[in-house]
Protein backbone atom coordinates (compact mmCIF):
# COMPACT_ATOMS: atom_id res chain seq x y z
CA UNK A 1 0.00 0.00 0.00
CA UNK A 2 1.08 2.83 -1.25
CA UNK A 3 2.42 6.02 1.71
CA UNK A 4 2.08 9.37 0.08
CA UNK A 5 4.49 10.20 -2.17
CA UNK A 6 6.47 13.41 -2.83
CA UNK A 7 8.39 14.97 -5.41
CA UNK A 8 11.09 16.03 -5.80
CA UNK A 9 13.42 14.47 -3.19
CA UNK A 10 15.68 16.87 -3.46
CA UNK A 11 15.79 20.45 -5.63
CA UNK A 12 18.71 22.78 -5.92
CA UNK A 13 17.79 25.96 -7.17
CA UNK A 14 18.93 29.82 -7.78
CA UNK A 15 17.53 32.56 -5.51
CA UNK A 16 14.69 34.18 -7.53
CA UNK A 17 13.72 31.03 -9.35
CA UNK A 18 10.41 29.12 -9.23
CA UNK A 19 10.13 25.95 -7.11
CA UNK A 20 7.46 23.49 -7.12
CA UNK A 21 6.97 21.10 -4.40
CA UNK A 22 4.51 17.83 -5.33
CA UNK A 23 2.69 15.48 -3.23
CA UNK A 24 0.55 12.39 -3.52
CA UNK A 25 -1.96 11.80 -0.16
CA UNK A 26 -2.83 8.04 0.46
CA UNK A 27 -6.03 6.96 -1.41
CA UNK A 28 -8.88 7.58 0.22
CA UNK A 29 -7.69 10.31 2.61
CA UNK A 30 -9.60 13.49 2.95
CA UNK A 31 -7.21 15.95 4.60
CA UNK A 32 -4.07 17.00 3.00
CA UNK A 33 -0.82 19.04 4.78
CA UNK A 34 2.11 20.55 4.37
CA UNK A 35 5.08 21.55 7.10
CA UNK A 36 8.16 22.25 6.59
CA UNK A 37 11.54 21.85 8.96
CA UNK A 38 13.70 24.27 9.62
CA UNK A 39 17.23 23.76 12.51
CA UNK A 40 15.71 27.12 14.01
CA UNK A 41 12.00 26.73 13.92
CA UNK A 42 11.57 22.63 13.97
CA UNK A 43 8.40 21.38 11.91
CA UNK A 44 5.83 23.75 11.05
CA UNK A 45 2.36 23.94 9.71
CA UNK A 46 1.99 25.28 6.53
CA UNK A 47 -1.57 25.15 5.46
CA UNK A 48 -3.81 22.12 5.22
CA UNK A 49 -7.12 21.14 3.13
CA UNK A 50 -9.82 19.35 3.98
CA UNK A 51 -11.75 18.13 0.60
CA UNK A 52 -9.57 19.56 -1.26
CA UNK A 53 -10.29 22.79 0.40
CA UNK A 54 -7.71 25.29 1.87
CA UNK A 55 -8.95 25.65 5.77
CA UNK A 56 -5.86 27.37 7.12
CA UNK A 57 -2.97 29.18 5.52
CA UNK A 58 -1.98 30.93 8.37
CA UNK A 59 1.62 29.04 8.37
CA UNK A 60 2.29 30.06 4.80
CA UNK A 61 5.09 32.92 5.61
CA UNK A 62 4.44 35.20 2.71
CA UNK A 63 2.96 35.86 -0.17
CA UNK A 64 5.62 33.97 -2.02
CA UNK A 65 4.33 30.49 -1.13
CA UNK A 66 1.02 28.90 -2.33
CA UNK A 67 -0.98 25.93 -2.77
CA UNK A 68 -3.61 24.08 -4.32
CA UNK A 69 -5.12 21.09 -4.44
CA UNK A 70 -6.84 20.76 -7.91
CA UNK A 71 -8.24 17.21 -6.98
CA UNK A 72 -7.80 14.03 -3.99
CA UNK A 73 -5.01 12.70 -5.20
CA UNK A 74 -2.46 15.46 -5.75
CA UNK A 75 -1.59 18.81 -4.28
CA UNK A 76 1.27 21.66 -5.16
CA UNK A 77 3.27 23.82 -2.64
CA UNK A 78 5.05 26.77 -4.91
CA UNK A 79 7.66 29.47 -4.16
CA UNK A 80 7.54 31.99 -6.26
CA UNK A 81 10.16 33.90 -6.53
CA UNK A 82 12.32 31.39 -3.92
CA UNK A 83 14.54 32.71 -1.19
CA UNK A 84 17.96 31.20 0.50
CA UNK A 85 15.89 31.16 3.82
CA UNK A 86 13.34 28.84 2.12
CA UNK A 87 15.87 26.35 2.06
CA UNK A 88 14.06 23.76 4.45
CA UNK A 89 12.71 20.49 4.23
CA UNK A 90 9.02 20.33 3.59
CA UNK A 91 6.65 17.43 4.21
CA UNK A 92 3.55 16.73 2.99
CA UNK A 93 1.04 14.79 5.16
CA UNK A 94 -2.36 13.40 4.83
CA UNK A 95 -5.32 11.50 6.93
CA UNK A 96 -8.53 10.63 6.99
CA UNK A 97 -10.18 13.34 9.07
CA UNK A 98 -9.33 13.83 12.73
CA UNK A 99 -7.11 10.82 12.67
CA UNK A 100 -3.16 10.80 12.68
CA UNK A 101 -0.93 11.95 10.26
CA UNK A 102 0.75 9.82 7.52
CA UNK A 103 3.93 11.87 6.30
CA UNK A 104 5.71 11.37 2.99
CA UNK A 105 9.65 11.23 2.99
CA UNK A 106 10.18 15.23 2.37
CA UNK A 107 11.59 17.40 -0.12
CA UNK A 108 14.91 18.82 0.70
CA UNK A 109 14.90 22.33 -0.72
CA UNK A 110 18.37 24.34 -1.02
CA UNK A 111 17.86 27.79 -2.59
CA UNK A 112 21.26 29.36 -3.45
CA UNK B 1 5.90 31.61 21.66
CA UNK B 2 6.07 27.92 22.39
CA UNK B 3 2.63 25.85 22.54
CA UNK B 4 4.53 22.12 22.80
CA UNK B 5 7.50 21.60 24.13
CA UNK B 6 10.19 18.91 24.71
CA UNK B 7 12.93 20.58 27.06
CA UNK B 8 15.39 17.34 26.82
CA UNK B 9 17.25 17.48 23.27
CA UNK B 10 18.99 14.33 24.08
CA UNK B 11 18.44 10.85 25.61
CA UNK B 12 20.79 8.35 26.32
CA UNK B 13 18.98 5.13 27.59
CA UNK B 14 20.46 1.57 28.06
CA UNK B 15 19.57 -1.52 25.67
CA UNK B 16 16.50 -3.28 27.55
CA UNK B 17 15.75 -0.46 29.96
CA UNK B 18 13.08 2.16 29.87
CA UNK B 19 13.38 5.34 27.76
CA UNK B 20 10.94 8.48 29.15
CA UNK B 21 10.41 10.96 26.84
CA UNK B 22 8.49 14.07 28.45
CA UNK B 23 6.56 16.49 26.76
CA UNK B 24 4.24 19.82 27.76
CA UNK B 25 1.88 21.89 26.07
CA UNK B 26 0.35 25.52 27.00
CA UNK B 27 -2.70 25.23 25.15
CA UNK B 28 -5.57 24.22 26.95
CA UNK B 29 -8.11 23.73 23.71
CA UNK B 30 -4.98 20.73 22.26
CA UNK B 31 -7.44 17.71 23.13
CA UNK B 32 -5.42 15.26 20.56
CA UNK B 33 -1.57 14.37 21.09
CA UNK B 34 0.68 12.34 19.43
CA UNK B 35 3.97 11.13 19.33
CA UNK B 36 5.81 10.40 16.01
CA UNK B 37 9.14 8.85 15.52
CA UNK B 38 11.76 10.42 12.72
CA UNK B 39 15.07 8.40 11.56
CA UNK B 40 17.46 10.68 9.01
CA UNK B 41 16.38 11.97 5.37
CA UNK B 42 13.23 10.25 6.19
CA UNK B 43 9.31 11.74 6.79
CA UNK B 44 7.82 11.48 10.77
CA UNK B 45 6.21 8.13 11.24
CA UNK B 46 3.14 7.69 13.78
CA UNK B 47 3.86 5.86 16.87
CA UNK B 48 1.15 6.81 19.11
CA UNK B 49 -1.98 9.06 20.10
CA UNK B 50 -4.16 9.80 23.48
CA UNK B 51 -7.43 11.75 23.49
CA UNK B 52 -7.41 13.97 26.23
CA UNK B 53 -10.77 11.68 27.39
CA UNK B 54 -7.85 9.31 28.10
CA UNK B 55 -5.12 9.49 30.73
CA UNK B 56 -3.16 6.10 28.91
CA UNK B 57 -2.73 4.33 25.99
CA UNK B 58 -1.28 0.86 25.67
CA UNK B 59 0.28 -0.11 21.98
CA UNK B 60 2.88 -2.84 22.59
CA UNK B 61 6.04 -1.76 23.93
CA UNK B 62 4.92 1.68 24.01
CA UNK B 63 2.67 3.92 26.13
CA UNK B 64 1.51 7.43 25.93
CA UNK B 65 0.55 8.88 29.74
CA UNK B 66 -1.43 12.05 30.05
CA UNK B 67 -1.72 14.25 32.66
CA UNK B 68 -3.96 17.42 31.28
CA UNK B 69 -3.95 19.15 34.98
CA UNK B 70 -0.28 19.50 34.60
CA UNK B 71 -0.44 19.82 30.86
CA UNK B 72 2.13 17.24 30.56
CA UNK B 73 1.88 13.88 28.64
CA UNK B 74 5.08 11.30 28.66
CA UNK B 75 5.99 8.03 25.92
CA UNK B 76 7.72 5.02 27.90
CA UNK B 77 9.40 2.61 25.58
CA UNK B 78 9.54 -0.69 27.73
CA UNK B 79 11.91 -2.47 26.94
CA UNK B 80 14.24 0.06 24.86
CA UNK B 81 15.73 -1.55 21.19
CA UNK B 82 18.92 -0.11 19.62
CA UNK B 83 16.05 0.17 16.67
CA UNK B 84 14.17 2.55 18.76
CA UNK B 85 17.33 5.25 18.45
CA UNK B 86 15.77 7.58 16.59
CA UNK B 87 14.33 11.60 17.28
CA UNK B 88 10.84 11.43 18.74
CA UNK B 89 8.42 14.24 18.06
CA UNK B 90 5.36 15.38 20.41
CA UNK B 91 2.49 16.66 18.46
CA UNK B 92 -1.10 18.17 19.74
CA UNK B 93 -4.19 19.12 18.02
CA UNK B 94 -7.55 20.17 18.26
CA UNK B 95 -10.35 18.13 16.88
CA UNK B 96 -11.90 20.29 14.87
CA UNK B 97 -16.27 20.36 15.35
CA UNK B 98 -17.35 17.85 13.04
CA UNK B 99 -14.43 15.57 13.84
CA UNK B 100 -12.57 17.57 10.75
CA UNK B 101 -8.61 17.64 10.75
CA UNK B 102 -6.85 20.20 12.35
CA UNK B 103 -3.23 20.98 11.57
CA UNK B 104 -0.10 19.93 14.06
CA UNK B 105 1.63 21.56 16.62
CA UNK B 106 5.04 20.06 17.13
CA UNK B 107 7.86 19.75 19.98
CA UNK B 108 11.55 19.98 18.25
CA UNK B 109 11.96 16.61 19.41
CA UNK B 110 14.31 14.44 21.50
CA UNK B 111 16.35 12.42 20.15
CA UNK B 112 16.74 8.67 21.58
CA UNK B 113 19.84 7.03 22.01
CA UNK B 114 19.56 3.25 23.19
CA UNK B 115 23.11 1.96 24.13
CA UNK B 116 24.31 -1.66 23.49
Known amino acids: DAGVIQSPRHEVTEMGQEVTLRCKPI?????LFWYRQTMMRGLELLIY????????DSGMPEDRFSAKMPNASFSTLKIQPSEPRDSAVYFC??????????FGPGTRLTVT | DQQVKQNSPSLSVQEGRISILNCDYTNSMFDYFLWYKKYPAEGPTFLIS?????DKNEDGRFTVFLNKSAKHLSLHIVPSQPGDSAVYFC???????????????FGKGTHLIIQP
Open chain 1, 49 to 56: FNNNVPID
Open chain 2, 91 to 105: AASVVASGGGADGLT
Open chain 2, 50 to 54: ISSIK
Open chain 1, 93 to 102: ASSWGSSEQY
Open chain 1, 27 to 31: SGHNS
